[in-house]
């Protein structure tokens, strides 16, 4: 369904290295800079960041979140800690397992450097 995931940053360089730490607990190699943009490529899909071609400041989506998936509690927990490590604020509930209607997942929450919310996500078999 999707192509790619871009979010937007104030701070080429500083992305990049809060997404590279992120993205190294998930296997994903560091992040190729393209001019005003990084991307990180995995089997699964393409994530971006990019400073606003329009030249007005990048800000978060307010309610918006990307959501990464995980093969384990422990990948979660590693991509949580390295993104605390990168610059990143833990947000909402510790991470943990969550139930509800879509079944049994383990989560944790992060805002990046600018304030774009994460989330990474095992689901349960």
């Given at each position: 369904?999707?192509?790619?995931?871009?979010?937007?940053?104030?701070?080429l360089?500083?992305?990049?290295?809060?997404?590279?730490?992120?993205?190294?607990?998930?296997?994903?190699n560091?992040?190729?800079?393209?001019?005003?943009?990084?991307?990180?490529?995995?089997?699964?899909g393409?994530?971006?960041?990019?400073l606003?071609i329009?030249g007005q400041?990048?800000?978060h989506?307010?309610?918006?979140?990307?959501?990464?998936?995980?093969?384990?509690?422990?990948q979660?927990?590693?991509w949580h800690?390295?993104?605390?490590?990168?610059?990143g604020?833990?947000?909402?509930d510790?991470?943990?397992v969550?139930?509800?209607?879509?079944g049994?997942?383990?989560?944790?929450?992060l805002?990046?450097?600018?304030?774009?919310?994460?989330?990474?996500?095992?689901?349960?078999?």
């Amino acid at each position: 369904m999707f192509s790619h995931i871009m979010v937007g940053t104030n701070d080429l360089d500083r992305a990049k290295a809060f997404y590279d730490a992120t993205f190294a607990a998930l296997g994903v190699n560091p992040g190729f800079v393209d001019r005003h943009r990084v991307f990180w490529r995995s089997p699964t899909g393409v994530f971006s960041a990019s400073l606003p071609i329009d030249g007005q400041p990048a800000c978060h989506a307010n309610g918006g979140t990307v959501g990464f998936a995980c093969a384990s509690p422990e990948q979660v927990d590693a991509w949580h800690a390295a993104g605390l490590t990168a610059g990143g604020v833990s947000i909402e509930d510790p991470p943990g397992v969550r139930e509800g209607p879509t079944g049994r997942m383990y989560l944790a929450y992060l805002r990046d450097p600018d304030g774009n919310k994460l989330c990474g996500l095992y689901r349960y078999p």
